[in-house]
């Protein structure tokens, strides 16, 4: 059972949200995304995707509280989006000492650089906030081990796709996870550039 080789801290939040047993996308995913490889999660609406990206950045980081620069991203539409992402991690980071950030994009670039600087574990951003704020070197990636994409159905845009795409280059080495509804042309062709080698995981 995935929940099982969980971290102590996440299987004692599950057990006070009531989560006893995981979903089958869960099932099939959380063992390969522990593995450090590169995938693709593909499952509808209400499947625990969003629940399985926040577990598996939250182990990936050992629960624990390191450094400055971020060592997870999670890579978001927009500022709803953004939020949502916040209120799914702060169900699980309660009486931890991880450092989830969201940029809200209502801030200017120069707040939003100014209070990364200051430490952050998990940073939650779009990839035009993203993209400017390495244009302006408000970012360091050099500790990251995730990059999540949560709904990435929203890359079929072309500006985000190619902000997407000066992200990457930035970025030396981590693992890469997707999450969507359904894999389209678009996704599948992000596999001749970061996404080599990955796992499909389809429920």
């Given at each position: ?86 209120d799914a991690f702060s169900k699980f980071t309660r ?109």
């Amino acid at each position: 059972m995935p929940f099982k080789k969980l971290h102590a801290h996440l299987k004692e939040m599950l057990a006070s949200l009531e989560i006893t047993a995981p979903t089958p996308l869960q099932s099939k995913s959380i063992p390969v995304i522990k593995s450090g490889a590169n995938c693709y999660c593909t499952a509808p609406k209400e499947s625990g995707k969003t629940t399985t990206l926040v577990l598996t950045t939250l182990q990936k980081l050992k629960c624990e509280e390191v450094g400055t620069a971020p060592r997870a991203i999670v890579l978001v539409e927009n500022r709803e989006k953004a939020l949502e992402a916040n209120d799914a991690f702060s169900k699980f980071t309660r009486f931890t000492e991880v450092r989830v950030y969201m940029c809200d994009d209502k801030f200017h670039i120069d707040v939003l650089k100014s209070e990364i600087f200051e430490g952050v574990d998990i940073l939650i951003v779009t990839p035009k906030t993203m993209n400017k704020l390495l244009l302006l070197e408000g970012l360091n990636t050099r500790q990251l081990k995730i990059f999540s994409i949560d709904d990435a159905e929203f890359l079929a845009q072309k500006s985000a796709y190619t902000d997407l795409m000066a992200i990457t280059q930035s970025i030396h080495k981590c693992q890469y996870v997707i999450y969507s509804e359904k894999i389209n042309p678009m996704l599948t062709r992000l596999e001749t550039h970061f996404m080599q080698y990955s796992k499909k995981i389809v429920v």
